[in-house]
């Protein structure tokens, strides 16, 4: 187990990161606006396992293989940029849908292909398995007693908490936005069609922006 020092210091480290809008809060932010809280809820959950995924996978060594090499990292990156651009697109297109699936009682998006959407894009965000791979060996304390790959799975259960409670916060706060343009036929599509241009925006960036982003 990492010291006090050790824990406080890194999450301080993991919430100025969270803080600040990543492709994770982008992508849950657009499916919010896209389809509503409830799918960008169960994207939420689905992302968060797909990081825990990728912290187990880190602690057994597979995260550092990945940042140090530049093909694995690339194809990574370009296979979740390409599912978020397929995401995206898929929302931009039935935009002119949203009106009358909030209208007509129709049964909510299949929960766990939702969550299996933000899994697939937790699983294959570049960024976090770089910084999980690069920053927690960081934080470990050699003095302790317990080995660094338990106390990586402890830092990166930190910033997985952390990052779940930003996140939440995220998708309530965008999904209430989408119900007040609701209220409005084309303020709706208008707002369906942004998430998804917003996902594409995404997954266009990130197929784009350098290993070192």
């Known amino acids: 187990m990492p010291s006090a020092q050790h824990l406080l210091a890194f999450a301080i480290t993991a919430l100025v990161i969270i803080v600040v809008p990543g492709p994770s809060v982008l992508f849950i932010v657009g499916r919010a606006l896209a389809v509503g809280r409830r799918e960008a809820v169960l994207t939420m ?13 880190v602690a057994l060594g597979l995260g550092t293989l990945i ?23 898929h929302a931009f297109r039935t935009r002119k849908s949203l009106v009358a699936a909030m209208t007509s009682g129709t049964k909510p998006a299949n929960s766990r292909r939702t969550v299996r959407q933000g899994f697939l894009v ?5 960024k976090t398995a770089v910084f999980f791979a690069a920053a927690l ?14 106390q990586i799975l402890v830092l990166g259960l930190i910033f997985i908490t ?5 996140d939440s916060l995220w998708a ?4 209430t936005a989408r119900e007040w343009f609701a209220r409005s036929p084309r303020r709706l599509e208008l707002v369906g069609g942004t998430g998804g241009l917003m996902i594409i925006g995404l997954g266009a960036g990130i197929a784009v922006s350098g290993t070192k982003e």
């Open 45 to 57: 959950l689905g992302n968060t396992l797909g990081a825990s995924v990728m912290l187990v996978l």
């Open 67 to 89: 940042a140090a090499s530049a093909v694995a990292l690339t194809v990574v990156k370009l296979v979740g940029a390409a599912y978020l651009i397929y995401l995206g697109v």
């Open 122 to 126: 937790g699983i294959t965000n570049a």
């Open 137 to 150: 060996p960081q934080f470990v304390d050699q003095r302790a007693g317990s080995p660094a790959w338990a």
């Open 162 to 166: 952390i990052a779940l409670l930003s």
């Open 172 to 175: 309530v706060v965008a999904g």
